[in-house]
């Protein structure tokens, strides 16, 4: 059976222009890019490379790049770095929909005497930009939000927010762990202090990672030991996924045109389909203003779980709208804090697409989720009670 995987949020199949070029530093050439001897520098040689090529998928310097182990470490990064250069600050500023590497890091922070302030986003998934505004003060230490939301796929106003914070002297974080390579990101022009960016979402390998630090910006580093980043982050790098980094974002840059048009084109085609086809369902967060290959949908009166397990039975790989990593059912806390109804919220099933996806596919989808969830409802008796 063919798989047609539609989960690209959670992570890409690693490209094989990418995979090809990983494949020497794997054998080959495993020297340590630190080492004095020329078979190691050559080796570093290619991390030079492949910083400017992570740098100019950004329009940052790439002196300005700081290569981690995944989007996680980024974030972290990113706030212990803010905390650590401001120490008289006690004060963070975010949105109640970030994703858990920013929302639980700072969970364990406000029980360590930080306040945090969460602002919330209406039920469009639209940030409360007001909130943030009126909450920004002498005390504030960093202000982060995510780029785009991995559930919905909503974009924030990252620049307007930025230049109120650089305005107030206040450190911007953003979170572009699922915007970079789905959208033009230009780091100068958005006026951010650091963004965190992951090589598994854009079809380089899982464990491996970037923070982009604005130069002149003060840092103290998350992971301490070597020189390595030029002390930013210490550790010896992660040869071959770097270099398979770089080479993602190269073919990312070369991509945004598929993205807008081809890719976007197929997210709303199967939407369209779905509405018209599955009665009782509904799109989350605002329509307009999404990252082109995200498409979170909600069918009343079904369990998102069951969905999913059907689905995987004809092939279809895609996630749902609960909070299932931490063994719940409850509807995620992005659903919760848009204020989803409850019945949608718990048959939300998130589909994202990838340039590999292909027209066929989403035909597939359309083909077989309209069924499944016919034969999810038959058997509700809460379905039979309304319809
Ligand atoms: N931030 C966002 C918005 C994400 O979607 C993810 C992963 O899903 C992360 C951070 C964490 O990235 P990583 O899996 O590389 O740690």
């Given at each position: 059976m063919n798989i047609v995987y539609t989960d690209n949020n959670a992570t890409t199949r690693v490209a094989p222009e990418v995979l090809e070029e990983m494949l020497p530093y794997l054998s080959e050439?495993?020297?340590?890019?630190?080492?004095?001897?020329s078979f190691g520098g050559n080796v570093g040689r290619k991390i030079t490379e492949a910083r400017a090529k992570v740098a100019d998928l950004i329009n940052a310097?790439?002196?300005e790049i700081v290569f981690t182990s995944c989007g996680t470490e980024s974030d972290n990064a990113a706030i212990h770095a803010a905390l650590e250069v401001n120490p008289q600050k006690r004060h963070i500023i975010t949105s109640n929909v970030e994703h858990p590497a920013v929302k639980n890091t700072l969970e364990r922070l406000q029980k360590k005497g930080y306040t945090v302030t969460f602002a919330p986003v209406d039920t469009g998934g639209r940030l409360d930009t007001d909130l943030v505004y009126k909450n920004?003060?002498?005390?504030?230490?960093l202000v982060t939000l995510m780029?785009?939301?991995?559930?919905?796929g909503v974009i924030f106003p990252i620049k307007e927010v930025a230049k109120k914070a650089n305005e107030r002297g206040i450190i911007f974080h953003t979170d572009a762990v699922q915007a970079v390579g789905k959208i033009p990101i230009d780091v100068k022009d958005s006026g951010v202090d650091m963004l965190s960016l992951s090589g598994h979402k854009i079809h380089a390998p899982k464990g491996v990672a970037a923070l982009y630090v604005k130069k002149g910006l003060k840092f103290s580093s998350f992971m301490t030991g070597g020189h390595q980043e030029k002390g930013r982050r210490g550790g010896t790098e992660n040869t071959a996924s770097i270099i398979g980094l770089g080479k993602a974002c190269e073919l990312a840059k070369g991509h945004f045109w598929e993205m807008d048009k081809r890719v976007r084109q197929m997210r709303d085609y199967l939407e369209r389909q779905l509405l018209e086809k599955i009665p009782s369902s509904s799109i989350n967060g605002e329509i307009k203003n999404r990252l082109p290959n995200t498409l979170s949908i909600g069918f009343d009166a079904v369990e998102g779980e069951s969905i999913l397990l059907l689905m995987d039975q004809a092939g279809i790989c895609a996630s749902s709208g609960s909070a299932c990593t931490s063994g719940s059912l409850d509807p995620s806390h992005v659903l919760m804090a848009m204020k989803v109804p409850f019945e949608s919220a718990h048959g939300t099933i998130r589909f994202s697409l990838s340039i590999y996806n292909t027209l066929e596919e989403m035909d597939h989808i359309v083909t077989v989720l309209p069924q499944v969830i016919k034969r999810l409802r038959d058997m509700s008796p809460f379905w039979k009670n309304q319809n």
């Open positions: 050439y495993y020297g340590n890019p630190s080492s004095m001897h310097d790439p002196d920004m003060s002498e005390d504030t230490a780029w785009a939301n991995n559930e919905t």
